[in-house]
Nanobody, 131 residues
Framework: QVQLVESGGGLVQAGGSLRLSCAAS????????MGWFRQAPGKEEKEREF???????????NYGHSVKGRFTISRDNAKNMLYLQMDSLKPEDTAVYYC?????????????????????WGQGTQVTVSS
């Protein structure tokens, strides 16, 4: 099991940047593929949008269509940390951002965008982009 805690959210003007962090507990972090999802205002939990994902080895990354070219996901397995660098932010990026973990210890390149594959979730961090 892993516990996840997000930080770094806040209020930013359109065109600005934010860096989200996700701290993972325990010593098995490197066995999890990690993802960032977001839940926009008025949306249900099952409607969370895949934002970005990274495999255990960081060999594979993937991005949602709406953030490709603006967001960058990375991880530091030595520090049990996951990051999301968000640049050129838009008002439509406003949402609660969640990090999530998918236990795949023997699959260094596996990465899924399917929300149901992620077993562990943080509590979320609010990102608000003003126009």
């Amino acid at each position: 099991q892993v516990q996840l805690v997000e930080s770094g959210g806040g209020l930013v003007q359109a065109g600005g940047s934010l860096r989200l962090s996700c701290a993972a507990s325990g010593n098995t972090f490197r066995g999890y593929a990690m993802g960032w999802f977001r839940q926009a205002p008025g949306k249900e939990e099952k409607e969370r949008e895949f934002v970005a994902g990274i495999s255990t080895s960081a060999f594979t990354t993937n991005y949602g269509h709406s953030v490709k070219g603006r967001f960058t996901i990375s991880r530091d397995n030595a520090k049990n940390m996951l990051y999301l660098q968000m640049d050129s932010l838009k008002p439509e990026d406003t949402a609660v951002y969640y990090c999530a973990a998918d236990w795949v210890p023997f699959s260094p390149t596996r990465l899924t965008t399917n929300i149901d594959e992620y077993s562990y979730w943080g509590q979320g961090t609010q990102v608000t982009v003003s126009s």
